[in-house]
């Protein structure tokens, strides 16, 4: 037998073994486990019998068992399977007849079971059905058999087994005779005829007595509701509860358990009754070769056969409650087994006369009903009553237990009969189980009588056992090994084999993290090791310190496999707390680094975790990183001076009040400290900090622990030298109210791990002042104040001097502003309330020597803003922007407003079509700057300023005070970007056009120039270049933005574009070197009618077709000489205005590819048809298609260029149509006209040779 029951008794020798397994895929956990818990309850029921009287048999449950292990029932019965208990859950009838299915097929497994039970919760259709009586006493009666499943006692028809045990009809007739209570048959039929039948958990048993109370009679179902499935289970019963409440379910297990006690109780009598020369020979499973050949009718064997059935029969009669009985049988069966000899059941007698000695001795109580163990119950069990001491048990009667003579065993005398079984087992390699389990059951028996020497002794050979043991089988056995030392009291062994269990579950195939986690755990009081760090010693060394270092890192590895990193995070912060002094330095910082790293994959949490096992792991605080020396709180800063409004400033009297009298006071509990906070004021605390460590160790948040007082804190951040002397450090709080305020330590955040220090905690405190408080807090008294308002500016750098500008007795704060021109810069200033009254009355100026003008245009803030947050509450704040503008030219002193330097055209030589617009014709974007343009630098110029902010509230602006609080700026302006020079070309996207631009670099910097679509251009310092700003075309204006501008086209189409340009147009510039940005203003440039009408997006929207083939932007053609070209234009009307007298024409010139175009095309090419065509209107929206025809005859690059001329004034859309015609009434039809264009490029080639 290779299985081993760990948890294995000798008390188990006298009980009877019920398997409980759960069935169906539709029972829940919770079902089960409630379920279990009643049934495990019911462990005892109670026989009564004429001849032998009222016994107490017992049941033990199991949810898992081999099935192979009751083959061994006949060696020791209390190995077999003598009850079969299900557990399902379903929901209608086919999932009852589904786990009925599942209990024929688990009975046929266990086929030793000798009744059973199908336990179905959560039907309510069966259970609430009507309940028929049977008032008959006979169970054929009473539960008639289905015909269509006649019941059989064969083996073959009987799942249950019940048949199998009567060996044909000898045994049925025997338990006849004997039945109880003038009702021989009675027992026997009720158990081995039962039909088919489901009953249903709400039809009671009344006319069945309790067997809690003692039955003197066999139960009988006297009422059974019979409802029909197709499921055939034979001698069984399927009972249907609704649900879990009622004691229905108690009372069926109670008549279980009856039935199986009645069945083996025949099975006794009928064993007893049977011959001396008829008993067969009982064997072991692995003897059934043993015998083969041997000489059946000797008087050896015949002994042998009587010293086994011996032997069984005291087994069966341990079982039932008869332990004088088995006693006897037991020495009888040891007196012919060893004359034989017959080693193996030797010492499976010596085990039972070992039980059945303490059954009588050392008797269970029935009126005990057993609790389900959890956490809060003692582990230590205690001993037995009877281990002391030589009287009878109570209940046990003087005749009965003379009866049983000299076979009771003594303690001592049981001890020796065990140590002699587990000689005899180790002859026998095959019952290496039994001889483990053996040994097990000693050293219980021994550890609960206080034998604890004893009891090693057995251990020690269980240990030494060769079990043939899978991993997870090897975690089990080592954990029972553990389980076992510690109830003989060997904890460190037991922590030793807890540990090696934990190991094992991370060696196998299918390592299993939480198991070792859990096993870990147990083993940590072994090892003298306590998780809670206010119960280790701080005096001693309690345990050896290197197994303690190297189980926590046991535990931290596994928790990092169970991918629980805050548990790692605690295991690793309390090894650094509690082992620092243990570890090297290599260790130190190996550790801190890992801490660090586990921390900022989680977030740590500062309490107690919980574990799903139910383990609360209690807070670890790092309490010598850093090491504190000393930790003194500071005197609070002198107070402001306050002025009165309207007057000089007066010296004013102390708002503090200070009394005497303090109700409450404890003297004697705390250490009162003689120094006064101010509330609402900045207070301070210092401290010697030391770092114990040898790397630099930051500490990303300190602060104070306060109480007594509402406190804010100002947390600090640090870092530490390695193994530095005493660093001095102070933090900052506010308190928030008056009285006494309670200092009780710090809180750090090191290596990402939250830690609350506490002065009691920490005897360096308490020693370097003498002896620490009772509470271990330090105490101080806070007062009240005036309000007091703190100004803190974002954005702004300080400066060393400052010249005076108006009266600057108040400037607190010095700031020194450096801006380029068109930079811009924001300081928000935060005003915070860290009085305690209100802030109700507040006044800001700025003092410059700035005209007003200037002076709004370079400062600007909001003072409604400011206003609407009044009145700042008591630890409140307020805050305003404000704006400083670099204000400067942009435009250099000698720019040249008319036209751009030579070799780029201009906007007067031509402007593309909105469709195809031609390429530039400029060979690059950066052109040398004109020799004449150089210019001496603009100077740089300094703005000084004073803000002042006059406030008031509360009690002091009632008694007429106020306070003032300055600050000063000084603003250097510089110049940045300058432009020279500038015009409008036409690009070659149709809803797009150039600014080029003649910019320099007026600073000492490299500067980065950024303009529109995301190009950039380097400038050395007063470096300039020539730029091409790509520019979205601005929209004509609609109707009603027309009728807005006064009904002047040329009015509304020039606001249109110089409002359009001041939006698109963004150049900003950057500064590398020193990181510095702005932007650049066009708005002083002067635009010329001719620019703002290439910047004026056309109306028109051009779609080309070559030769029915749609035409692409820079799409090039190539066509034979003499081919015909058909060009379709199409136009739409994309205005809200109707385009009138338009001129649509086609021409072209020739590329020489040298530089030279030839517009002479009289003798190249000739058009089919007209190439001009005249269209009176197109109205919004609508297009017009024209088709040109044209051939050439000359090979070479030629372009074509379609162009549309309006000569209607009102919807013509043209600055510059617009001004000629408003200047000069005189003006020429092309003046007063636009035309736009689209160019194609052309390859003509000789025709190719056939």
């Known amino acids: 037998m290779s299985f081993v029951d760990y948890e294995a008794r000798v008390e188990d020798h006298q009980c009877l073994l019920v398997l409980v397994r759960t069935l169906g895929p539709d029972t829940s956990g919770r079902v089960f486990g409630r379920a279990w818990e009643r049934i495990s309850r019911l462990c005892h029921t109670r026989l009564n019998d004429q001849q032998q009287g009222s016994r107490t048999v017992w049941l033990r449950y199991v949810r898992s068992y081999p099935v192979e292990a009751s083959d061994w029932g006949d060696f020791q019965a209390h190995r077999r399977v003598l009850g079969l208990l299900t557990i399902g859950q379903c929901k209608d009838q086919a999932g009852l007849e589904e786990v009925c299915r599942l209990h024929s097929a688990l009975q046929e497994q266990y086929k030793t079971a000798i009744d059973s039970r199908c336990l179905v919760f959560g039907l309510d259709s069966l259970a609430d059905g009507t309940e028929e009586p049977h008032p008959s006493n006979s169970a054929e009666e009473s539960c008639p058999a ?44 009720n158990h081995r005829e039962v ?38 289970l ?59 050949g041997l000489d059946t009718e000797s008087r050896p ?28 049988l037991y020495s009888e069966a040891i007196e012919l087994l060893r004359a034989v000899p017959d080693w193996l059941w030797l010492a499976a007698a010596y085990e039972g006369q070992g039980a059945a000695s303490l059954a009588l001795q050392w008797p269970r109580s029935p009126q005990a009903v057993p609790l389900q163990r959890n956490a809060s119950f003692p582990k230590a069990r205690q001993p037995r009553p009877g281990s002391l001491t030589r009287s009878l048990p109570n209940g046990t009667e003087p005749s009965e237990y003379k009866a049983a003579g000299r076979a009771v065993l003594s303690l001592d005398e049981m001890t020796e009969r065990l140590r002699e079984a587990t000689a005899h087992y180790a002859k026998y390699s095959h019952v290496v189980a039994v001889h483990t389990e053996c040994n097990m059951k000693a050293a219980r028996f021994l550890a609960a009588h206080e034998r604890y020497m004893s009891a090693s002794e057995f251990l020690q050979n269980a240990v030494s056992m060769n079990l043939p043991l899978t991993e997870s089988e090897k975690v089990e056995w080592y954990a029972s090994l553990a389980r076992l030392y510690s109830e003989v009291g060997f904890q460190r062994k037991a922590a030793f084999y807890t540990r090696v269990a934990a190991v094992k579950c991370m060696a196998g195939p299918g390592p299993n993290p939480s198991q070792c986690y859990q096993l870990l755990l147990k083993s940590l009081d072994g090892y003298r090791l306590n998780l809670d760090p206010s119960r280790q010693s701080k005096n001693c060394m309690n345990g050896w310190p290197r197994i303690q270092i190297q189980l926590l890192e046991d535990l931290i590895v596994t928790a990092k496999k169970m991918g629980n990193l805050q548990v790692a995070v605690r295991h690793t912060s309390y090894l650094l707390h509690a082992m620092l002094e243990y570890l090297s330095v290599a260790e130190r910082q190996e550790l801190c680094a890992q801490l660090e790293s586990l921390a900022s994959q989680c977030e740590p949490v500062p309490g107690a975790l919980a574990l799903d096992c139910g383990t609360v792991l209690p807070p670890v605080h790092l309490l010598q990183l850093p090491y504190v ?29 200070f009394s005497p009298l303090q109700p409450h006071r404890r003297s004697g509990r705390s250490a009162k400290l003689d120094l006064l906070w101010v509330e609402g004021e900045v207070c301070a605390v210092a401290l010697q900090l030391c770092n114990p460590m040898p790397f630099e160790l930051r500490v990303s948040h300190m602060s104070l622990l306060v109480d007594g007082l509402p406190f804010e804190c100002f947390p600090s951040s640090l870092e530490l030298p390695p193994e530095s002397s005493p660093y001095p450090v102070k933090l900052l709080g506010t308190p928030r109210g008056t009285g006494d305020l309670h200092i009780l330590g710090y809180a750090t955040c090191v290596l990402g791990v939250q830690s609350s220090c506490r002065i009691r905690d920490l005897p360096q405190l308490q020693r370097s002042r003498g002896g620490a408080p009772r509470d271990g807090a330090l105490v101080l008294t806070v007062v009240p104040a005036l309000p007091q308002l703190e100004v803190v500016a974002q954005g702004l750098s300080p400066a060393a001097t400052f010249s005076t500008v108006g009266d600057t007795s108040h400037v607190v704060k010095h700031y020194a502003l450096a801006l380029y021109a068109g930079e811009s810069h924001e300081c928000l200033f935060t005003l915070t309330n860290t009085g305690k009254e209100p802030i109700e009355s507040l006044e800001t100026t700025l003092q410059t020597k700035l005209d007003k003008e200037s002076e709004q245009a370079m400062f600007a803030w909001g003072t409604e803003e400011l206003t609407s947050q009044l009145p700042i509450p008591a630890g409140g704040s307020a805050s305003f922007t404000l704006h400083v503008t670099g204000r400067g030219h942009f435009l250099a002193p000698t720019a040249n407003k008319n036209h751009l330097a030579p070799g780029v055209p201009n906007s007067r030589q031509g402007s593309a079509s909105p469709l195809g617009t031609p390429k530039r014709r400029s060979a690059s974007s950066r052109s040398q700057p004109p020799p004449s343009d150089h210019h001496d630098p603009c100077p740089t110029k300094t703005v000084e300023a004073v803000l002042q902010l006059q406030y008031s509230g509360g009690p002091g602006l009632r008694a007429r005070y106020c306070r003032q ?30 600014l080029v631009l003649d910019v320099s670099n007026g600073t000492e910097q490299e500067m980065e120039l950024l303009y529109p679509h995301e190009r950039r251009m380097l400038m050395e310092a007063h470096d300039s270049c020539r730029i091409p700003v790509t520019v979205r075309r601005c929209s004509p204006p609609t109707a009603e933005e027309h009728d807005r501008g006064g009904g002047a086209p040329l009015g509304a189409l020039e606001a249109a574009c110089r409002t359009h340009l001041l939006e698109v147009v963004d150049l900003r510039w ?57 060009l379709s234009v199409s136009i739409r009307n994309i205005s809200e205005r109707p385009l009138k007298r338009l001129w649509l024409s086609a ?23 007209c190439n001009k065509v005249f269209v009176d209107e197109v109205a919004p929206g609508d297009t017009y298609v024209h088709d040109f025809t044209v051939a050439f005859f000359l090979c070479g690059t030629y372009r074509l260029e379609l162009g549309c001329r309006s000569l209607d004034l009102e919807g013509l859309g043209s600055l510059s149509a617009l001004a000629a015609a408003a200047l000069s009434a005189s003006a020429t039809d092309e003046d007063a006209s636009h035309l736009w264009r689209c160019t194609l490029e052309l390859n003509v080639a000789a025709p190719s040779s056939s």
């Open 146 to 189: 289905d015909e269509a499943s006649p019941t059989s006692p064969n083996e073959e028809t009987d799942p249950l087994g019940v048949g199998r045990w009567s060996k044909g009809s000898q045994e049925a007739k025997a338990a006849e005779m004997n039945g109880c209570d003038g009702q021989p048959g009675e027992a026997l039929t």
């Open 195 to 232: 039909p088919d039948m489901v009953a249903s958990g709400s039809s009671g048993c009344d006319d069945a007595t309790p067997l809690a109370n003692g039955s003197s009679s066999p139960p009988r179902l006297n009422r059974v509701q019979r409802t029909p499935f197709t499921g055939k």
């Open 234 to 292: 034979r001698s069984t019963q399927c009972i249907v509860y609704p649900d879990l409440e009622g004691d229905k379910l108690e009372r069926d297990i109670q008549e279980f358990a009856a039935s199986l006690v009645w069945v083996l109780e025949s099975r006794r009598l009928d064993r007893s009754f049977e011959k001396l020369e008829r008993f067969p020979l009982l064997k072991a499973p692995f003897e059934s070769k043993d015998f083969v």
């Open 301 to 328: 064997f015949k002994k042998r056969c009587q010293g086994r059935m011996r032997k069984h029969l005291g087994d069966l009669s341990l079982q039932l409650g008869l332990a004088h009985e088995a006693l006897l």
């Open 629 to 657: 020396r000393s930790l003194v709180p500071q005197r609070a800063a002198a107070h402001l001076r306050p002025l009165r409004l309207g007057l000089a400033a007066e010296g004013t009297s102390s708002p503090f009040i």
């Open 965 to 994: 609080h300055s600050v000063a700026l000084t603003v250097e302006v510089q110049p940045s970007l300058l432009i020279s020079q500038w015009d409008v070309l036409p690009a070659q996207v149709a809803s797009e056009c150039y």
């Open 1070 to 1126: 950057h500064l590398h070197g020193i990181e510095r940005s702005g932007k650049a203003s066009i708005a002083e440039v002067p635009w010329t009618p001719r620019m703002l009408d290439a910047i004026l997006l056309s109306p028109l929207q051009w779609e080309i077709r070559v030769n029915n083939k749609p035409h692409e932007l820079e799409q090039e053609y190539v066509f034979d000489v003499g081919e015909p070209l058909v």
């Open 1147 to 1169: 021409g072209g010139y020739q590329d020489r590819q040298n530089g030279t175009l030839s517009y002479r095309l009289d003798s190249k090419c000739a058009f089919v048809g």
